[in-house]
């Protein structure tokens, strides 16, 4: 017999990839269910890297991470923050598994916002934490309300696990909704885990705000973020965790323990990314606004189809429920008789149930409009 997996491997959820793992080696699709920017890495990012491998800088270095980088992390947050404060991930996979297991005990509970990002479910349990599923109101625009948070509070629970902007919903958070929720983690003393990766893609002039930087919120914040998404370095695997000093060494204990510390000279590709020249990231953030409105404008001209406005991040959330198909069914047909893949809203908890995830960042135009005349004809002849 082989041996037996440890408990935290056999109890925790199974990993679920959704329709990525349906469509796996069948052809002649369209793939707008993971959220992989279609955008190359930009080329001084690149150049940037190159230089310091050629240079020689292969070593060991800094366990939390280049000084020059993280002290480049450090201004861009809106509040005060050092360079001690912040530690270079392993993408922000990485960043999120570390806070969960920094501050997650058995049997604490951690609060997922339904509509939620479905990884979190996983890095809780294996943290020996148990997930509790708070839903937010679809009829409200996926709204962050305490009302229907408080709720799902009790004596054992830690954190509150954020998106901001949100995935899979395309929602910026305004500022009354993050002290909506900052006034219930102070009231009840608890933590906030949030998922910040979308924070340089927002649109129609939305503004993303750190819930860290709302008065209170610092020492009980864990912010986390990565290169992957607006400066499309998915596969560099470059994140980072900002959080007050208190909050750090037990963080750098997780993060060294795993891995050291990330590869040494992609880091320089990072700190490049920040000091290059902005324009660079503001024309790829413009052309995801240009997929957006393509994406959302042609799924409003579909029989049975709502998309409300994206503000932020990649994804359109349209809601399929007048076509009378369930979500997960809808995902399957599409595929199955479209060829166009997309995500099942039902896959992000219950209140995503009557919806889809479109990835409209996922693909270039041409790509895009031609997955969309297929979701046409499919939804015109239902």
């Given at each position: 017999m082989p041996p037996r997996p440890a408990r935290r491997i056999t109890?925790?959820?199974?990993?679920?990839?959704?329709?990525?793992?349906?469509?796996?080696?069948?052809?002649?699709?369209?793939?707008?269910?993971?959220?992989?920017?279609?955008?190359?890495?930009?080329?001084?990012?690149?150049?940037?890297?190159?230089?310091?491998?050629?240079?020689?800088?292969?070593?060991?270095?800094?366990?939390?991470?280049?000084?020059?980088?993280?002290?480049a992390l450090a201004t861009r947050m809106p509040m005060p923050m050092h360079a001690d404060e912040i530690i270079v991930t392993n993408g922000l996979t990485h960043a999120s598994f570390a806070a969960f297991m920094a501050?997650?005990?058995?049997?604490?509970?951690?609060?997922?916002?339904?509509?939620?990002?479905?990884?979190?479910?996983?890095?809780?349990?294996?943290?020996?934490?148990?997930?509790?599923?708070?839903?937010?109101?679809?009829?409200?625009?996926?709204?962050?309300?305490?009302?229907?948070?408080?709720?799902?509070?009790?004596d054992r629970?830690?954190?509150?696990?954020?998106?901001?902007?949100?995935?899979?919903?395309?929602?910026?958070?305004?500022?009354?909704e993050l002290q909506d929720l900052a006034d219930l983690a102070i009231a009840h003393d608890l933590m906030i885990f949030s998922d910040e990766v979308y924070a340089d893609i927002t649109y129609d002039g939305a503004t993303h705000i750190p819930i860290?930087?709302?008065?209170?919120?610092?020492?009980?914040?864990?912010?986390?973020?990565?290169?992957?998404?607006?400066?499309?370095?998915?596969g560099w695997r470059l994140g980072w965790i900002a959080a007050d000093a208190s909050l750090i060494p037990?963080?750098?204990?997780?993060t060294t323990s795993e891995v050291t510390h990330v590869n040494t000279f992609i880091q320089h590709g990072a700190l490049a990314a920040l000091q290059g020249p902005a324009d660079v990231l503001a024309g790829?953030?413009?052309?995801?606004?240009?997929?957006?409105?393509?994406?959302v404008g042609r799924l409003n001209q579909m029989p049975g189809l709502h998309c409300a406005p994206v503000e932020g991040a990649i994804y359109a959330f349209?809601?399929?429920?007048?076509?009378?198909?369930?979500?997960?069914?809808?995902?399957?047909r599409l595929m199955d008789e479209a060829g166009v893949v997309v995500e099942a809203g039902s896959f992000y908890g219950a209140p995503g149930e009557g919806h889809l995830r479109v990835c409209f960042g996922a693909a270039d135009m041409e790509t895009l409009s031609d997955a969309m005349d297929r979701m046409q004809r499919f939804f015109n002849a239902l």
């Open positions: 109890d925790s959820a199974p990993k679920d990839f959704g329709m990525f793992a349906r469509a796996l080696g069948r052809e002649g699709l369209i793939h707008l269910e993971l959220g992989m920017p279609a955008e190359d890495t930009p080329q001084h990012i690149k150049d940037a890297t190159v230089a310091a491998l050629q240079a020689g800088d292969v070593h060991y270095s800094d366990l939390a991470g280049n000084a020059d980088l993280r002290a501050f997650v005990d058995a049997g604490d509970e951690v609060i997922l916002l339904a509509p939620y990002y479905p990884q979190h479910i996983g890095k809780v349990e294996l943290a020996g934490g148990r997930v509790v599923i708070a839903p937010l109101d679809a009829a409200n625009g996926f709204a962050l309300n305490a009302d229907l948070i408080a709720p799902h509070l009790t629970t830690k954190a509150i696990a954020l998106v901001n902007p949100c995935n899979p919903t395309g929602r910026v958070y305004t500022r009354a860290a930087s709302l008065p209170g919120m610092k020492n009980r914040t864990i912010t986390m973020g990565a290169f992957t998404k607006a400066f499309a370095m998915d037990a963080l750098a204990k997780i790829m953030v413009a052309r995801d606004a240009a997929r957006r409105d393509l994406v349209p809601d399929i429920s007048a076509t009378g198909l369930s979500a997960q069914d809808c995902a399957i």
